[in-house]
């Protein structure tokens, strides 16, 4: 059966990370339209330095990026403030990355 990327966001996300258009951001930066921006984007969350380097170094986020670092945030970007809280099942991931990538 197909994952729920909009349920799996809710209950694993959502706690942190807005998505409605023009949300402030909360614990974590807003992603709406996180799918093809830069890497730390969100002008009004203040990012960890290593994300800050990471868009300096002109990276960006694109589905295939979204999976590899929710199966382990904390390696793609260490140092990272948004701890452990990735996603353990591949399809999972894959789910919750379809629905940000529709979030625009
Ligand atoms: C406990 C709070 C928390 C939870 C839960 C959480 N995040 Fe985060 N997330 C953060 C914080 C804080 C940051 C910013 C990290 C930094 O600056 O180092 C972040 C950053 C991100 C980024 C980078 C955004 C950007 O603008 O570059 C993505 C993508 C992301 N989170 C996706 C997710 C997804 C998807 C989930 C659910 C599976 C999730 N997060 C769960 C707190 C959280």
């Given at each position: 059966?197909?994952?729920?990327?909009?349920?799996?966001?809710?209950?694993?996300?959502?706690?942190?990370?807005?998505?409605?258009?023009?949300?402030?951001?909360?614990?974590g930066?807003?992603?709406?339209?996180?799918?093809?921006?830069?890497?730390?984007?969100?002008?009004?969350?203040?990012?960890?330095?290593?994300?800050?380097?990471?868009r300096?170094?002109?990276?960006?986020?694109?589905?295939g990026?979204?999976?590899?670092?929710?199966?382990?945030?904390?390696?793609?970007?260490?140092?990272?403030?948004?701890?452990?809280?990735?996603?353990?099942?591949?399809?999972?991931?894959?789910?919750?990355?379809?629905?940000?990538?529709?979030?625009?």
């Open positions: 059966m197909a994952q729920d990327g909009r349920a799996l966001f809710e209950q694993h996300c959502a706690s942190c990370h807005a998505v409605a258009a023009d949300a402030p951001p909360t614990a930066p807003n992603l709406r339209g996180v799918v093809g921006r830069p890497v730390g984007a969100d002008p009004r969350f203040d990012y960890s330095p290593v994300l800050e380097q990471a300096r170094g002109g990276e960006s986020w694109d589905v990026r979204l999976v590899r670092f929710l199966e382990d945030p904390e390696e793609m970007y260490p140092g990272l403030w948004m701890g452990n809280n990735g996603l353990r099942a591949a399809a999972e991931r894959i789910a919750v990355a379809r629905f940000l990538e529709g979030q625009r």
